[in-house]
């Protein structure tokens, strides 16, 4: 288990290392200006141009625009080039929203994904499997930012509900009750929109883990001694079919990460999302370099935790 954990975080080291050099390249290779004033602005003197361009080291190779990044961003000295403030504290104001939204999309996409999945099996070749399949290739096939404008337009029109940001403004609370339930709305309704896919696609994976071993040898041999149908289902079929939708959860990070980008600009949502897309509008190479490598630091962290969840959950696998 240690050597493979170190084998692991040497092999997720070399990937960020790659991911970051990728991504800097990217980003600052793509047309555009980094100036917060804009770069024809004829009310900035050359004088001031070049202070700013040393300040931020943007007179320099992009090689050594890289290393003086990635040692500001180690040192927690890096700086947004849009309003100075140091990047990682404000990532840090916006990554506690973006995980309660995830962590919430996620909890939903597995528990009504696993509902899903099983009510599929128990009416395995009939009328309910067949529309909750039909159902799924659907979900699976929606757009994000089409469902989030859906509901953003059918909340606010039919019930007047406010949708948008973190929480309602200019309203007083009479409680911390309130206010928690207020809070706890504006993450639910773009964490729905956000699980719509992973719930398809998770109930669709169990379905055929599920159906596939209930042509097994141990199921008829459970069947056999009398057990209930429940009992099959559940304490046989369900325990052996969802140790690989564990697996699952280590590619369904990246989607939902990936997802909130959009879902969070469209809901207002203050999270890195968002962050990361105002950053990309004004090409504030320092936000996106840091956020692309937090955001890979995180996906490679599910996969890893995904994998040891997996062995967990069957004793079977030997992780040497």
Request: hydrophobic letters at 40%; charged letters at 20%; a positive charge.
């Given at each position: 288990m240690i050597a493979f954990l170190v084998r692991r975080c040497l092999v997720g080291v070399v990937l960020l290392f790659l991911i970051s050099v990728i991504?800097?390249?990217?980003?600052?290779?793509?047309?555009?200006?980094?100036?917060?004033?804009?770069?024809?602005?004829?009310?900035?003197?050359?004088e001031v141009k070049e202070a700013y361009r040393k300040k931020f080291h943007l007179d320099k190779p992009l090689l050594q625009q890289y290393g003086f990044i990635m040692r500001d961003l180690f040192s927690g000295e890096l700086r947004s080039i849009k309003d100075q403030r140091p990047v990682l504290r404000k990532i840090g104001e916006r990554l506690p929203a973006t995980v309660a939204l995830n962590a919430l999309?996620?909890?939903?996409?597995?528990?009504?994904?696993?509902?899903?999945?099983?009510?599929?099996?128990?009416?395995?070749?009939?009328?309910?499997?067949?529309?909750?399949?039909?159902l799924a290739f659907v979900f699976i096939a929606l757009p994000g930012f089409w469902v989030s404008y859906l509901a953003v337009i059918g909340l606010v029109d039919f019930t007047g509900a406010p949708i948008l940001g973190l929480q309602t403004y200019g309203v007083?609370?009479?409680?911390?009750?309130?206010?928690?339930f207020d809070r706890f709305w504006h993450v639910a309704v773009p964490a729905c929109v956000l699980a719509i896919g992973g719930v398809a696609a998770q109930s669709r994976f169990l379905?055929?883990?599920?159906?596939?071993?209930l042509r097994e040898d141990y199921i008829?041999?459970?069947?056999?001694?009398?057990?209930?149908?429940?009992?099959?289902?559940?304490?046989?079929?369900?325990?052996?079919?969802?140790?690989?939708?564990?697996?699952?959860i280590g590619l369904l990070l990246p989607a939902l990460i990936s997802g909130a980008v959009i879902i969070e600009n469209i809901f207002a949502y203050p999270g890195i999302g968002r962050l990361g897309?105002?950053?990309?509008?004004?090409?504030?190479?320092?936000?996106l370099v840091a956020l692309n490598f937090i955001v890979a630091a995180l996906v490679l962290l599910g996969n890893l935790i995904s994998d040891l969840l997996y062995a967990w959950v069957d004793p079977r696998v030997r992780i040497e």
């Open positions: 991504s800097f390249f990217i980003i600052t290779l793509t047309p555009g200006s980094p100036y917060p004033w804009g770069e024809l602005n004829p009310k900035i003197s050359p999309s996620l909890a939903l996409s597995l528990s009504f994904g696993l509902w899903l999945g099983v009510y599929a099996v128990r009416h395995y070749g009939r009328f309910p499997d067949v529309v909750t399949s039909v007083k609370y009479p409680g911390l009750a309130a206010e928690f379905r055929a883990t599920m159906s596939e071993a008829r041999t459970a069947r056999a001694k009398g057990l209930s149908e429940d009992e099959v289902l559940y304490k046989h079929a369900l325990r052996n079919s969802i140790r690989p939708l564990v697996t699952g897309y105002e950053a990309v509008l004004e090409r504030d190479y320092p936000t």
